[in-house]
């Protein structure tokens, strides 16, 4: 598991933190990769992974959401929107050979953790637990 991961970032739902880990993962690849100096040449795959990833972890908690009436469900939708985004940005900058993308995208999931994670998903939390998600 990543050294990253925190049991202060459960959100006490199985499926959920198990997905959230695999983010963490993700991003222990970069910053591995990026203590190496080797940031550059990881970055593409990473953004790559992370598209994957978000397509996977995004549309199940949206469906949740859906599925149980979830009142911020447009809020929290707008912020998954938020993260493609970034990535497609992130994406463009790179093959623009920008060199400081790895680092870029190294603040935004940092940023991604404490607002997203801990701050956004912990909204559904109850709501998904009330309704059996485990
Ligand atoms: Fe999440
Ligand atoms: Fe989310």
Redesign the pocket.
């Known amino acids: 598991m990543s050294k990253l991961w925190k049991d202060s970032y459960s959100l006490e739902i199985i499926e ?1 933190d198990n997905q ?1 880990k695999e983010l963490f993962r993700i991003f222990e690849e970069l910053l591995i990769a990026m203590s190496k100096g080797k940031g550059n040449e990881i970055v593409l795959k990473t953004l790559n992974n992370l598209e994957n990833y978000a397509q996977m ?1 995004f549309g199940v ?1 949206e469906k949740y959401m859906q599925k149980f009436g979830f009142e911020q469900f447009q809020d929290h939708f707008e912020a998954h929107q938020y993260f493609y985004q970034k990535i497609a940005e992130l994406k463009k900058a790179y093959q623009e050979n920008n060199l400081t993308v790895a680092k870029e995208l190294m603040d935004f999931l940092n940023k991604w953790v404490g607002k997203h ?1 801990c701050g956004t ?1 912990a909204l559904y939390k109850d709501l998904f637990i009330q309704n059996n998600v485990i």
């Open positions: 959920i959230h972890h908690e994670i998903d």
